[in-house]
């Protein structure tokens, strides 16, 4: 079976540019939640997606946003970037509303914002 | 504010030994405790899952313990092999996915 898959997995964009990530999930399964991961804050939690519908939100400011397609895969995206969005920015996926249930992580996107 | 907090100082051992991580949390009730894994370049595996009405799991070499009144888990490694060296997350979390924290990791390094 097919792990998490993430693409791209580097990315260098300049600052107040748009970014997308994508992310596809394991076959079978409906949720998918996004984390950010930087040295400083370690893996923060951005929200989590099941069935097409944002069911958790972290603290994030609104300029971080995602969705979900029918086929579960699922996108991020972030507006005007700053510099201190450069992060490492995973997604896992689980059968079915994460949390207590096993995440897959996939290998992450690495976003460089100059 | 929810705070977890483990070793940010990397823990060293010999291969054989019994490594103990140590993942303590402030100003929150969780539901459940995970472990994960994570090796440079890699997205966290998943190791193993603790509920608040269980003091101790065991999965292989892996043991995990959870102690909700000092507020902390313990995750053992036995007979630590030079393979187990990696960064390990403890995460925490409510039954409904509301409010789920990662730790910051506690880097292992298992010397032959």
């Known amino acids: 079976k097919a792990g998490v898959t993430q693409t791209p997995r580097y990315l260098i964009k300049t600052r107040g540019q748009q970014v997308t990530l994508s992310c596809s999930p394991i076959?079978?399964?409906?949720?998918v939640s996004w984390y950010q991961q930087t040295p400083g804050q370690g893996l923060q939690f951005l929200f989590e997606?099941?069935?097409?519908?944002?069911?958790n939100k972290g603290n994030f400011p609104g300029r971080f946003s995602g969705r979900q397609f029918s086929n579960s895969r699922s996108e991020m995206n972030v507006s005007t970037l700053e510099l201190g969005d450069s992060a490492l920015y995973l997604c896992?996926?689980?059968?079915?509303?994460?949390?207590?249930?096993?995440?897959?992580f996939g290998p992450g996107t690495r976003l460089t914002v100059l | 504010s929810q705070k977890i907090e483990q070793n940010s100082e990397a823990l060293n051992i010999q291969e054989g030994k019994t490594a103990t991580l140590t993942c303590n949390y402030t100003?929150?009730?969780?539901?459940?405790l995970q472990w994960y894994r994570q090796d440079p370049g890699r997205g966290p595996v998943f190791l193993l899952l603790?509920?608040?009405?269980?003091k101790e799991k065991r999965k292989e070499r892996l043991q995990v313990t959870f102690d909700t009144t000092l507020k902390q888990s313990l995750f053992h490694i036995t007979a630590s092999q030079p393979a187990d060296s990696a960064t390990y997350l403890c995460?925490?979390?409510?039954?409904?996915?509301?409010?789920?924290?990662f730790g910051s990791g506690t880097k292992l390094n298992v010397k032959p």
């Open positions: 995460a925490l979390g409510a039954y409904n996915f509301n409010k789920f924290y």
């Open positions: 100003n929150y009730s969780p539901a459940y």
């Open positions: 076959s079978g399964h409906r949720s």
């Open positions: 896992a996926s689980s059968l079915v509303t994460s949390g207590e249930n096993e995440q897959f």
């Open positions: 997606y099941f069935s097409e519908t944002q069911r």
């Open positions: 603790i509920r608040e009405n269980e």
